[in-house]
T-cell receptor
């Protein structure tokens, strides 16, 4: 079955510290992978995406993610977190079998301590 | 700013009523997908419309229906509302139905009492 797992429901980091949000997927074909961020009461903003090529992907706001096929992972990283990064982060797989749609993880809520 | 808008922002209905949510896609985007995001969950795929035809459906009952219009607007209709329909409803537009990035609107928060 196709699924996305974000093992960490909540993460708290201090401002200026590094961040890694985990994402594991289960999908039979080559995945299209995405990270979105959602601020309270807002829609989803695309941070970055991976379709093919270089497995290290750069996104907006200083985020990057690395696709590791052997581990079925697509973890999101940021070297130095800012208070404005506090939000909920969603990993998604774009399915290429049948109707193209996203399968989302349950999200990781990031809290940033001043 | 994705260029995708949704209305209304918030809506309160009672059980058994019907509701229509609206979405305006980016100009030139022929595909709109609708997602339901329950509290504390990730978005779940409801259905997709491509060039005004339904192009796929998730695990939602037929009382969830939709329309897409030639002017890049679309609707999500829900009949016989249930308490569990309370959620944030997101529409996402994309250029076409092939694998590509979907651009999300801000959502409509539906509360069913």
């Amino acid at each position: 079955a196709q699924s996305v797992t974000q093992p960490d429901i909540h993460i708290t980091v201090s401002e200026g510290a590094s961040l890694e949000l985990r994402c594991n997927y289960s999908y039979g074909a080559t995945p299209y992978l995405f990270w979105y961020v959602q601020s309270p009461g807002q829609g989803l903003q695309l941070l970055l995406k991976y379709f093919s090529g270089d497995t290290l992907v750069q996104g907006i706001k200083g985020f990057e993610a690395e696709f590791k096929r052997s581990q079925s992972s697509f973890n999101l990283r940021k070297p130095s977190v800012h208070w404005s990064d506090a939000a909920e982060y969603f990993c998604a797989v774009g399915t290429t079998s049948g109707t193209y749609k996203y399968i989302f993880g349950t999200g990781t809520r990031l809290k940033v301590l001043a | 700013e994705t260029g995708v808008t949704q209305s209304p922002t918030h809506l309160i209905k009672t059980r058994g009523q019907q509701v229509t949510l609206r979405c305006s896609s980016q100009s030139g985007h022929n595909t709109v997908s609708w997602y339901q995001q329950a509290l504390g969950q990730g978005p779940q795929f409801i259905f997709q419309y491509y060039r005004e035809e339904e192009n796929g459906r998730g695990n939602f009952p037929p009382r969830f229906s939709g329309l897409q219009f030639p002017n890049y607007s679309s609707e999500l209709n829900v009949n016989a509302l249930e308490l569990d329909d309370s959620a944030l409803y997101l529409c996402a537009s994309s250029l076409d139905a092939s694998p590509d990035t979907q651009y999300f609107g801000p959502g409509t928060r539906l509360t069913v009492l």
